[in-house]
C-alpha cells in the first residue's frame, strides 16, 4: 500500500532547542484513545501548547506566528521514550514533512519513516548553526533533497549530507511501504517455518 | 577480514538468537526476522487492525498473537463497564478485533490479564532464544530469558500480524558487567538507574545490550526483568541476559512452557544460549556493584538519577547547550541545582508498572512496611502487574498488610505508569514511583516524578519524604 513520498523540499523552519524531546511531550499518554491515524496534530506538544485551562501558553513556538513552515527542527535525541507511533502521526498530521536534530532515538526514526516522515540527522555544529540562523531571522529557510542527501542552509549555502538506509530511501521515494515488501517474500517465511 | 575468520570467530548471545531467525537477508535492505510470538494491546493495535482490513489480509499467525488489555484500563471496580467513554471504546475495539481475527484475548475479567510483559512471563509464553515484539517499548523486559524482545509501532504491528515478521537492521552489540556485592537495600532497580545515570538516556541507542557479571548472574528472574525492562530509557532496543539455571526453574512448569520431552529438547538448546568467549561487543562497560547506593531520579528523563545521599548536580558543571534543557528539568520539577534530595516532601507513591509490580516486588515492600503506617498525608497505591499477581499477592496475605499500613491495593493495569486512565498524579504534586518514566506530564498533567526502587517507594510512604533505605531496615 502506498505511503506519502517524499523527494524534495524547501520550507522556513520550527525551532524547538530543547534536547531529549521525548514521545510523552510529542504526544501525551491521554491522547492515545483515538483508533484511527487521524487528528493526532491537534494535540501536537500538547501540554506545552496548552495551559490546564487550554489557553495557548504564549511564548511557545507552535504558538507563536513568528515561526511557520514544514520542518520541524529540535534538540539531540529527539523522539526519546515511549514507542508510540502516533508521535509520528501527530507531527505529519500538523504538517511537517521533516524533523531535523543532531540524534534521533531508534523506534521513533523507524516510526517516521513508516509514515512519509523524513528524520534527518546533523552535526551537532550544523543543528547549532540552524537555530542561530532561525532565532536571528525567522524567515531562513532550509532546503532538504532527498535523492542527493542533503540539506542546506539557504541564507548561508552552507551544507551538509546525511544518511539514510537505501531501502529506506527507495521507499520514501517511491511511496512502498515494508508489508508491500515483506509480502512478496511471503513463500521464504512459509519456507523458513519448516525448518 | 576474511570469510574464514569471521566464520571461527565467537559470536554473542544477541547473534546467535538473531540469526537463527533470519528468513532472509539482501545486500542493501533490513534483515527479515521472523517473530516467534506478537504481544498486542487495546492502545497501538486498532490502527493496525484498520490496515489489514484495508489490504483484505488476515493475522497471518494468530496463534503465535497474543493480547492483553492493559494501559488504558481502570484499577478500581474492573467487574463494571469502563466509564470513561473513549478508553471503553479501546477495550471493545480490541475485543472485537481480537475475535474477528481469531486472537486469544486475555481481556478484562480474565485470570491472566494483566500487564503485557507482566503476563508473558508467567504463563511461560517468554522463554530462551526466542523472539518477541509488541507495540510497547518495555517489551525489552523479556530479554531476561535469553530472549531478543524490542518494542515496534503501530506500522510494524501491522507488519507482523500480516507476516509474522519483521524488516529489521542488525544493531549493534553491547556488554554492560556488574559485578561485586550489593550493599544492603539496593536492588536490581538501582542497579539500572544507576547504569542509566552513567550512559545517559541517549547512551545506548543503536545498541542491543547484554548485561553480565556476577551481580547480574546473582539476581532473581523479577530482578532481571526489571533491568532489561529499562534497557530502552538509555536509548537502547532492547536488552538481555544468558539463561542459566535461574531461568529454566522459572520457567519450567508454567502454563505454556514445553513440557516432557518437548522441555528436554528445549532444554538442551538452551544450554547453548551463552555468548562465547571470543565474542566480540561493539562496546563494553564495566561497573563495581560496590559503587550503587540507592538511587534516585530528580529530573524529567530517566538518565537524570542519583544516589539518594548525593546532591542534585550543579547547573555550572553542564555546558551552554545543555544548561538550558537542564534548568529547564529543574524548573518543571519545582528543585534546586546542588542541594541535597534527600527529606524531599512527597504526596504520592506508586508502586507498580512493568519494571515493579511482580509478587516479589510486592513481597519486598510487605515485608517492608508490615507493622509501619504511611505518613499521614501520603496516597500510596499498590498495582499488581496481572491478576495473577494480585491473587498471589491476597492468597499470601500482603493485600491484609498492605490495608493495615494505609496502602490500598488495586487491580492490575498499567495505572499511574503512563496516567491513561483515572490514576493520574495531580499537577504539581510530587510522587515517588517504581515505574520507568519521569517525562515531564508522564504521570498525568504537570506531575512530577521521582523514579526509585520498591523499597525506596515504601520508605517514602512511611516517612512522607525521600528517605534513604539503608537508615530503617
Ligand atoms: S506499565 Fe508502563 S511502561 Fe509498562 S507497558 Fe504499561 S505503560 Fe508501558
Known amino acids: 500500500m502506498a505511503t506519502k513520498t517524499f523527494q524534495y523540499i524547501q520550507s522556513g523552519v520550527v525551532p524547538i532547542p530543547t534536547e531529549n524531546i521525548d514521545t510523552d511531550q510529542i504526544i501525551p499518554a491521554r491522547f492515545l484513545k483515538a483508533t484511527t491515524r487521524e487528528g493526532f496534530g491537534n494535540n501536537l506538544f500538547r501540554d506545552w501548547r496548552y ?57 521513533f526514526k523507524g516510526n517516521a519513516l513508516n509514515n512519509g516522515l523524513l528524520p534527518v540527522q546533523v552535526s551537532e555544529a550544523f543543528l547549532q548553526k540552524i537555530f542561530a540562523a532561525v532565532f536571528n531571522d525567522p524567515s531562513t529557510e532550509l532546503e532538504v533533497n532527498l535523492e542527493k542527501q542533503t540539506i542546506t542552509l539557504l541564507s548561508t549555502g552552507e551544507s551538509e549530507e ?21 509480502l512478496s517474500n511471503i513463500d521464504k517465511i512459509e519456507e523458513y517455518e519448516k525448518r | 577480514m576474511n570469510l ?63 493480547a492483553t488489555a492493559d494501559h488504558n484500563v481502570p484499577t478500581l471496580h474492573q467487574d463494571q463497564p469502563i466509564k470513561e467513554e473513549l478508553s471503553r471504546l479501546q477495550v471493545e475495539m480490541l475485543t472485537k478485533n481480537c475475535a474477528e ?37 518495555h517489551t525489552s523486559t523479556h530479554g531476561a530469558f535469553g530472549a531478543i524482545a524490542f518494542g515496534i509501532g503501530t506500522s510494524q504491528v501491522e507488519q507482523v500480524m500480516a507476516t509474522q515478521c519483521l524488516l529489521q537492521q542488525r544493531p549493534k552489540r553491547m556488554k554492560i558487567e556488574v559485578n561485586g556485592q550489593l550493599q544492603k537495600g539496593v536492588g536490581a532497580k538501582d542497579i539500572i538507574l544507576y547504569i542509566i545515570s552513567q550512559i545517559s538516556a541517549a547512551g545506548g ?11 547480574i548472574r546473582s539476581l532473581s528472574m ?44 528445549a532444554l538442551a538448546y538452551w544450554k547453548t544460549l551463552f555468548s562465547d568467549d571470543d565474542a566480540v561487543f561493539d562496546k563494553v562497560y564495566s561497573f563495581r556493584a560496590e559503587d550503587i547506593a540507592p538511587m534516585i531520579t530528580y529530573g524529567t528523563n530517566p538518565g537524570m538519577g542519583i544516589g539518594v545521599d548525593e546532591k542534585i548536580p550543579d547547573a555550572g558543571q553542564f555546558s551552554d547547550q545543555e544548561q538550558l534543557s537542564y534548568k529547564k528539568a529543574l524548573q518543571y520539577m519545582g528543585l534546586q541545582d546542588d542541594t541535597p534530595i534527600e527529606g524531599h516532601p512527597i504526596d504520592y507513591v506508586f508502586i507498580g508498572s512493568c519494571t515493579n509490580s511482580r509478587i516479589e516486588d510486592l513481597r519486598q515492600v510487605a515485608e517492608f512496611i ?65 515505574s520507568n518514566r ?9 506531575s512530577r516524578t521521582f523514579l526509585a526502587s520498591p523499597l525506596m517507594a515504601a520508605a517514602a510512604a512511611v516517612t512522607g519524604k525521600v528517605t534513604d533505605i539503608r537508615e530503617l531496615i
Open chain 2, 101 to 137: 481475527f481469531g486472537i486469544e484475548l486475555y481481556g478484562l475479567g480474565h485470570p491472566y490479564q494483566g500487564i503485557v510483559h507482566v503476563i508473558g512471563p508467567e504463563l511461560g509464553i517468554t522463554r530462551p532464544g526466542c523472539t518477541y515484539v509488541c507495540g510497547d517499548s
Open chain 2, 205 to 215: 541507542t543503536g545498541y542491543f545490550v547484554e548485561y553480565a557479571g556476577d551481580t
Open chain 2, 4 to 66: 574464514e575468520e569471521t566464520k571461527n570467530m565467537g559470536k554473542t548471545l544477541f547473534d546467535k538468537i538473531w540469526d537463527a531467525h533470519v528468513v532472509s537477508t539482501k545486500e542493501g535492505f533490513p534483515d527479515i526476522l521472523y517473530i516467534d510470538t506478537h504481544f498486542i494491546h487495546e492502545v497501538t493495535s486498532p490502527q493496525a487492525f484498520n490496515g489489514l482490513r484495508q489490504r483484505g489480509i488476515p493475522v497471518f499467525r494468530p496463534k503465535q498473537t497474543v
Open chain 2, 370 to 434: 508490615k507493622g509501619k503506617k504511611k505518613a499521614d498525608d501520603v496516597t500510596v497505591w499498590v498495582v499488581p502487574g496481572s491478576k495473577q499477581v494480585e491473587q498471589q499477592a491476597i492468597k499470601e496475605g500482603l493485600d491484609k498488610v498492605f490495608e493495615a499500613a494505609g496502602f490500598g491495593l488495586r487491580e492490575p493495569g498499567c495505572s499511574a505508569c503512563l496516567g491513561m486512565n483515572e490514576d493520574k498524579i495531580p499537577a504539581g504534586k510530587y510522587c515517588i514511583s517504581t
Open chain 1, 51 to 107: 495551559d490546564s485551562d487550554n489557553k495557548p501558553i504564549t511564548g511557545f513556538v507552535l504558538n507563536d506566528n513568528t515561526f511557520s513552515g514544514k520542518i520541524l527542527v529540535g534538540g539531540k535525541n529527539f523522539g526519546c521514550g515511549s514507542s508510540r507511533e502516533h508521535a509520528a502521526w501527530a507531527i505529519s498530521d500538523y504538517g511537517f514533512d521533516v524533523v531535523v536534530s543532531s540524534f534521533f532515538a531508534d523506534i
Open chain 1, 162 to 182: 546525511f544518511e539514510i538506509n537505501p531501502y529506506k530511501k527507495a521507499c520514501l521515494i517511491n511511496g512502498y511501504d515494508d508489508i508491500d515488501y515483506i
Open chain 2, 438 to 446: 519521569n517525562f515531564e506530564g508522564r504521570q498525568g498533567p504537570n
Open chain 2, 222 to 265: 523479577e530482578g532481571r526483568m526489571t533491568i532489561c525492562n529499562m534497557s530502552i530509557e538509555m536509548g537502547a532496543r532492547g536488552g538481555l541476559i544468558a539463561p542459566d539455571q535461574i531461568t529454566f526453574d522459572y520457567v519450567e512448569g508454567r502454563e505454556f512452557a514445553p513440557k516432557g520431552d518437548a522441555w528436554d529438547k
